[in-house]
């Protein structure tokens, strides 16, 4: 299992800083959630702050765009050093086009699912995927509830990447804590994005490894 804090409920004012101490604990990747206040109603950051933590931490980092038009954006994430780019399904009406254009900048590229909208519509291009967020709260805010509904998603996705023999992350997303994760788990996840339970904890390497289950 992977582990991606998301840096949404760290302290802006010390970004460094707090990236520095989940680092610590043996962190891989970092979520980066992007909103637009059109999609989703809160506003977020942009490509310049992904450019602003590249050069600070080794872990790959993960952008979660909940934007409009992703298209238009996905080259300045891109080059500002993202290696994992997940798009919403709900934003992009050429999705196969999106996912090339993510492709085609050799970074992995994911589509993202609101939790009311069912698994089956990324079955025609799941070949083309590396990784599905599932979303276990609505977009827009950390700190919400986990929406228990979503397991059954999880376990159908999974279903999908194994009858037909692919090599695809499933990732969950939004009110993933030391309770939800292992259910998640046991779904059928293996990267789990968490915000509160992390950084909204004084010690971030006590918080990780009760995720961890240590
Ligand atoms: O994409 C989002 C919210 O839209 C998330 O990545 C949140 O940042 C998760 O926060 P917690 O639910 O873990 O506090
Ligand atoms: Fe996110």
Known sequence: MRIAPSILAADFANLESEIKDVEA??????????????????????SNVVGALRPLTDCELDVHLMIENP???????????????????????????????????NIKAGVALNPATPIEIIEPIIQDLDFILIMTVNPGFGGQVFIESMLGKIRKA????????LEIAIEVDGGINEDTLGLCRKAGAELFVAGSSIFGQSNRSIAIDKLRGV
């Open 25 to 46: 604990s043996d962190i891989d990747l970092l979520h980066i959630d992007v909103m637009d206040g059109h999609f989703v109603p809160n506003i977020t950051m942009g």
């Open 71 to 105: 298209d238009q954006y996905i080259s300045d994430f891109a080059d500002a050093g993202a290696d994992m780019i997940s798009v919403h399904v709900e934003t992009c009406p050429h999705l196969h086009r999106t996912i090339q254009l993510i492709k085609e900048k």
């Open 158 to 165: 999974k279903s999908l990447i194994d009858e037909r023999g």
